[in-house]
């Protein structure tokens, strides 16, 4: 499955990735089925955020009561890799929950897609449109 994504939406990744560094920057992927149309950022409050992230748990819930009150669904989170690596880490392959959701990585100037399945996390190709 391909994704696509607002071309605001990944310039908007890319720039907070960019912006956060050196440490990571986190948050939601928002929109319908396989298409992303915004973000929702989220505070990392992990304790070591030059290397790990955690999705602020308000943020989170937010998004879960305005998805059910007719708001954008909740596609994947997404966060940055200050290292450079575009790939899932370690870390990201022991935190995932295996539940389908599309994982977005920012390295630099680089946003790669993934889906976290049982089997583990699969790349996903995407498409930028206007907007």
């Known amino acids: 499955m391909s994704l696509v994504i607002k071309s605001l939406v990944l310039d908007s990744l890319i720039s907070e990735g960019q912006d956060a560094a050196p440490h990571e920057c986190c948050g939601l992927l928002l929109g319908e089925g396989n298409i992303i149309t915004a973000i929702q950022r989220a505070g990392n409050i992990h304790p070591v955020p030059q290397t790990h992230f955690e999705i602020d748990p308000a943020v989170l819930i937010n998004a879960h009561k305005a998805q059910r009150s007719g708001g954008l669904a ?33 390295a630099g ?14 790349a996903l190709s995407y498409t930028v449109t206007e907007g």
């Open 74 to 106: 909740i596609v994947g989170y997404y966060h940055s890799h200050p290292n450079g690596l575009t790939a899932p880490s370690e870390t990201d392959a022991a935190m995932a929950a295996a539940d389908g959701k599309v994982w977005a990585i920012i």
């Open 109 to 122: 100037d680089t946003v790669t897609f993934w889906r976290d399945e049982k089997s583990g996390f699969t």
